[in-house]
């Protein structure tokens, strides 16, 4: 099943102390995106990647890093959660084409994180 | 890209077809219209895109009006699991690298027994 897999799913923390939320694609998509979901301000984009080893700050990178080793997975790295840090996070993915004609993106089922 | 219009909710009996609108008066000519889906905090789903012409697949239609300022998702029987939030975007034809999707606020569609 095609399908874009995120771990752990849930998740609650303290202040300072490193984490990684792992994300996982199997339809050889170049493309990988983070987002994290706030009441109230819908949907911002943290980091992005066109292809492995390719990545790029979104909106809201403060606070994040990422890698890109593998074409399937895209980690989000926490290097010292803070309470603001709370959220729901969502990693997606895409095809991109030679034209980088837009593709709709497939969304994992989320991670909700709560940084005390 | 352009900016959308949607209204906050909408309340639909099930089995009855729910049109969600979109305004979107500034898009321009090359820009496409997307609609997503989120249930209850899920990833949100892709439903459907289009230009110009009207679009049906297996899960809604789009109907996009002739000056393409606004459109309407269709979704033809309603379930109690078409519950959710529906996001209406739009996004030119070829993706810039970050391939950002603003979803804004979307309509709150509730299927009501």
């Known amino acids: 099943e095609a399908q874009v897999t995120q771990n752990p799913r849930y998740l609650i923390t303290v202040t300072g102390k490193k984490l990684t939320v792992t994300c996982s694609q199997n339809m050889n998509h170049e493309y990988m995106s983070w987002y994290r979901q706030d009441p109230g301000l819908g949907l911002r984009q943290i980091y992005y990647?066109?292809?492995?080893?390719?990545?790029d700050k979104g909106d809201v990178p403060e606070g994040y890093k990422v890698s890109r080793k593998e074409k399937r997975n895209f980690p989000l790295i926490l290097e010292s959660p803070s309470p603001n840090q709370t959220s729901l996070y969502f990693c997606a993915s895409s095809w991109t084409t030679g034209l980088g004609l837009y593709n709709e993106q497939f969304f994992g089922p989320g991670t909700r994180l709560t940084v005390l | 890209d352009a900016k959308t219009t949607q209204p906050t909710s909408m309340d639909c009996a099930e089995g009855r077809a729910a049109n969600l609108p979109c305004n979107h008066s500034?898009?321009?000519?090359?820009?496409?219209v997307y609609w997503y889906r989120q249930i209850h905090s899920q990833g949100p789903q892709y439903i459907i895109h289009g230009l110009k012409n009207n679009e049906t697949n297996e899960m809604a239609s789009l109907i996009i009006t002739e000056d393409r300022k606004s459109s309407t998702l269709i979704l033809p029987h309603a379930t109690l699991r078409d519950t959710a939030v529906y996001y209406c975007i739009v996004r030119g034809e070829y993706q810039t690298g970050a391939n950002n999707l603003f979803f804004g606020t979307g309509t709150r569609l509730t299927v009501i027994p």
């Open positions: 990647s066109m292809n492995v080893e390719v990545t």
């Open positions: 500034t898009i321009s000519g090359n820009e496409y």
